[in-house]
């Protein structure tokens, strides 16, 4: 473990981690409350670069919440819903464990850490989960409403329809990677980098979610990542395995310039980049330095 060192507004915070190597510098990540009041992961080196994630930076163009904060109301807890706290905690719990039981069986490592202990824990702290069919009706019918067991059910799906992640893979090159962009000013962890079948290119970024659709702001995080690599990726692919609704979807880049899919915002990879150039600018104009850190969780 290593003291690490984060400039605040009011001087300096410390957090202790098990940190990686990255060209050179020992790197580590945390959660921290921002100068503007918002929440979110920044990654620490050991000569005192702080760097807003990935998630953060492509999380700052999510500024209407409305529809996420209708959701939150309509699951308080309150006249017989699920509470949203709950719901949340579950999910990425789950999304967690998935990433472990997916991307490990490529990795060169065990993947296994703090991180997928914290998020076990997390589902056992739950307990029984009130109107587990709000999660999913399969789930529920199969776990009860254990929030371990319901958990460990839809992890297991996750690994055994695995397909969009595995469909082009020639063989991984990197699983889990730490990647910081000095030029651009954020970092962030890359699900898989891999050799691909697909034509006209050699290697690929995927990044796996358990969402129940792709979204614009996936596709804006796999083009971070590929910056961030400093070149060379042919391919981006989203590969969305979700449980809770058992579906699975393999998406990939040259698909979101076609205006005959469903994007109804086709968009390119230069225009990508350009977005995401601009959202790190802003994410360290607005937010840095950090107001304090707080208790880590995946982000």
């Known amino acids: 473990m290593t003291e ?14 098990e940190p990686r190597r990255v060209e050179g510098r020992l790197v580590a990540r945390t959660q921290v409350e921002f100068r503007d009041g918002t929440e979110g992961r920044v990654y620490v080196a050991d000569d005192g670069s702080v760097y807003p994630s990935v998630s953060t930076v492509v999380g700052a163009r999510d500024a209407d919440t409305t529809g996420l904060d209708r959701w939150k109301a309509t699951h308080d807890g309150s006249a017989g819903s699920a509470d949203w706290r709950n719901l949340l905690r579950f999910k990425s719990a789950v999304g967690t464990l998935a990433h472990e039981a997916v ?59 695995a397909e969009s992640v595995r ?23 890359v699900d898989l980098v891999y050799e691909t079948t697909r034509p ?4 690929a970024v995927c990044d796996l979610k358990t969402s129940k659709r792709v979204y614009h702001k996936h596709r804006l995080q796999a083009e ?51 977005e995401v150039e601009a959202l790190a600018a802003q994410v360290r104009r607005e937010r840095l330095p950090v107001r304090r850190v707080l208790s880590d969780s995946r982000d």
């Open 103 to 161: 991307l490990g069986p490529l990795a060169d490592r065990d993947l296994w850490g703090a991180e997928e202990a914290a998020a076990m824990a997390a589902l056992d702290g739950l307990g029984t989960v009130d109107h587990p069919e709000t999660l999913a009706s399969w789930l529920a019918e199969a776990g009860g409403a254990d929030a371990a067991t319901m958990g460990e059910l839809a992890v297991a799906w996750c690994r055994d329809n």
């Open 167 to 189: 469909a082009d893979l020639v063989r991984p090159l990197d699983v889990e990677r730490f990647l910081i962009d000095d030029d651009r000013g954020y970092a962030g962890q």
């Open 200 to 203: 006209g290119a050699d290697r």
């Open 224 to 274: 971070a990542y590929a910056a961030a690599l400093d070149g060379g990726v042919d391919l981006l692919k989203v590969a969305r395995l979700d449980p809770y609704e058992q579906s699975t979807e393999a998406s990939y880049h040259y698909q979101w310039v076609d205006p005959s899919s469903r994007w109804d915002d086709p968009v390119t990879r230069e225009d990508l980049r350009t």
């Open 4 to 17: 690490f060192r984060v400039p605040t507004v009011d001087g300096e915070a410390t957090f202790t981690a």
